[in-house]
């Protein structure tokens, strides 16, 4: 059962990549939600609030053209992700949004450290699989360090989630880019990776540690 409640944004409501890469991008003018929500624990812990972060993806990026980006070899998300300039002050504003803000000045990472070094300003829909770069609705401070049933279930995890639906969405073209070492055994559509990540990518991490695929 998917987790969260807020579908993923439609690609209709994000700016266009030229738009958006166009200047300097002041955080400080985002839109805010005026109160701050508190994290919980366990499996909920591990998804952002689908309010803040429903995730967005990229407009430029198409199931007709995926063999073009996504699973060309020649193609990297490094062409296309943010600066740290960019991507610290929207982490360190949006810690705030998240109500984490309890002094942790030695880094220990307990639930609500306002220590960013414990957080990995993440896009809920990866680069890899199509998320919008720079749109604050796919980007949020994910933990490192949550638990779900006393497993650390966090960014580093999710990293996996990604890479593999990566190669699900690029499992029918020819000679495609490879991203897991976990080898994909379907194919699976742009739109149906991007609502895996958006609402509920810990079903797929743990089908991957059964053997299975995601669907």
Same mark, same amino acid.
């Given at each position: 059962?998917?987790?969260?409640t807020?579908?993923?944004a /439609?690609? /209709?409501?994000?700016?266009?990549l030229? &738009? ?10 985002l ?6 929500v508190t994290?919980?624990?366990g499996l909920?812990?591990i ?7 429903p995730?967005?993806p ?11 980006n ?6 990297s998300?490094?062409? &296309?992700?943010? %600066? ?12 705030k949004?998240?109500?984490?803000? #309890? ?5 220990t ?6 220590n960013?070094k414990?957080y990995?300003?993440?896009?809920? &829909?990866?680069?890899e699989d199509?998320g ?8 949020? %401070?994910? %933990?490192?360090?949550?638990?779900v049933?006393?497993?650390t ?7 996996t #989630? ?9 499992? /029918? &073209? %020819? ?7 976990i080898?994909?055994?379907?194919s699976?559509?742009?739109a149906?990776a991007?609502e ?9 991490y743990?089908?991957?540690?059964q ?5």
């Amino acid at each position: 059962m998917p987790r969260r409640t807020k579908p993923v944004a /439609a690609a /209709a409501g994000v700016l266009p990549l030229a &738009i958006s890469f166009l200047g300097t991008t002041n955080i400080s003018n985002l839109p805010t939600t005026a109160e701050s929500v508190t994290r919980p624990s366990g499996l909920e812990a591990i998804f952002p609030d689908p309010d803040r972060t429903p995730g967005a993806p990229n407009p430029d990026i198409t199931q007709d053209n995926i063999a073009d980006n996504l699973c060309s070899t020649s193609w990297s998300t490094r062409l &296309i992700r943010p %600066p740290a300039s960019y991507t610290t002050p929207l982490k360190i504003k949006q810690l705030k949004e998240y109500g984490d803000t #309890v002094s942790d000045p030695d880094g220990t990472c307990m639930i609500g450290s306002d220590n960013p070094k414990c957080y990995e300003e993440d896009h809920l &829909i990866s680069l890899e699989d199509g998320g919008d770069p720079r749109d604050p609705q796919n980007l949020w %401070p994910e %933990p490192y360090n949550t638990t779900v049933d006393g497993e650390t279930v966090g960014a580093r995890q999710k990293d996996t #989630v990604e890479g593999f639906i990566h190669d699900e969405i690029c499992f /029918a &073209i %020819p000679n495609s880019k490879k991203n897991s070492r976990i080898a994909a055994h379907s194919s699976i559509s742009l739109a149906r990776a991007q609502e895996i990540l958006a609402n509920d990518w810990h079903s797929c991490y743990v089908s991957i540690q059964q053997g299975k695929d995601c669907k």
